[in-house]
Nanobody, 125 residues
Framework: QVQLVESGGGLVQTGGSLRLSCAAS????????MGWFRQAPGKEREFVAA????????YYLDSVKGRFTISRDNSLNTMYLQMTNLKPEDTAVYYC??????????????????WGQGTQVTVSS
């Protein structure tokens, strides 16, 4: 059983930066694809970024390309999302997800097997 715990959310002004972390526990982390989703009030959960188990393959939502960077450190069982040039429309609860199947993230649908509890990111204008 994989458990995921997000941290690093908070309140930031437009143009600011935050780094989210997702700490994983349980077997097999190094062989899992992982990703980030977000959900704003009244909206569906939205794909943000994903990374393969090796870190060599990444996917991004078009609106965050060039601003967000996903990475992972398998030795620390941790995944990161570096967010820069944040905009008010980035405000949402950000969720960490993990799944042994990379294709799950290629669908960009929130169908991953494992989820964290979420961390709030608020960008003020």
């Amino acid at each position: 059983q994989v458990q995921l715990v997000e941290s690093g959310g908070g309140l930031v002004q437009t143009g600011g930066s935050l780094r989210l972390s997702c700490a994983a526990s349980g077997p097999g982390f190094g062989s899992f694809a992982m990703g980030w989703f977000r959900q704003a009030p009244g909206k569906e959960r939205e794909f943000v970024a994903a990374i393969s188990w090796s870190g060599q393959t990444n996917y991004y939502l078009d609106s965050v390309k060039g601003r967000f960077t996903i990475s992972r450190d398998n030795s620390l069982n941790t995944m990161y999302l570096q967010m820069t040039n944040l905009k008010p429309e980035d405000t949402a609860v950000y969720y960490c997800a993990a799944d042994p199947r990379l294709w799950v993230f290629e669908t960009r649908k929130p169908i991953s097997e494992y989820w964290g509890q979420g961390t709030q990111v608020t960008v003020s204008s």
